[in-house]
């Protein structure tokens, strides 16, 4: 019994170790699916299917410091793309499939 325990609590161990390792960004711009709150890939804007809305687009870039969203549309990479105002400047952004909101 008792070595059953130790077997479980190894396993899980292993579980939990690899679930952070999926959720940590790379300088290669391996980050999982979606982004989370104060992490970026660097790799942003990534291309792939989109499964934001107009609506969920425009408030994730809202979010984001951006003012004024105007011209969103999702292009033919799977990336929003708007322009919108930030520091007082006219700028283009881009959001991609994991989340990301990038200035172009």
């Given at each position: ?73 999702l292009d033919d ?28």
């Amino acid at each position: 019994m008792k070595n059953l325990i130790i077997a479980v609590a190894a396993l899980l161990g292993t579980a939990a170790t690899a679930a952070l390792a999926q959720t940590t960004p790379s300088a290669e711009g391996d980050t999982p699916a979606v982004a989370t709150p104060n992490t970026q890939n660097p790799a942003a804007p990534v291309e792939g299917a989109n499964s934001f809305t107009e609506a969920q687009a425009k408030v994730r870039i809202e979010e984001a410091g951006y003012t004024e969203v105007s011209g969103l549309k999702l292009d033919d990479k799977g990336v929003w793309q708007a322009t919108a105002m930030k520091d007082g400047k006219t700028v283009s952004v881009a959001l991609d499939y994991q989340g990301n909101v990038t200035a172009q």
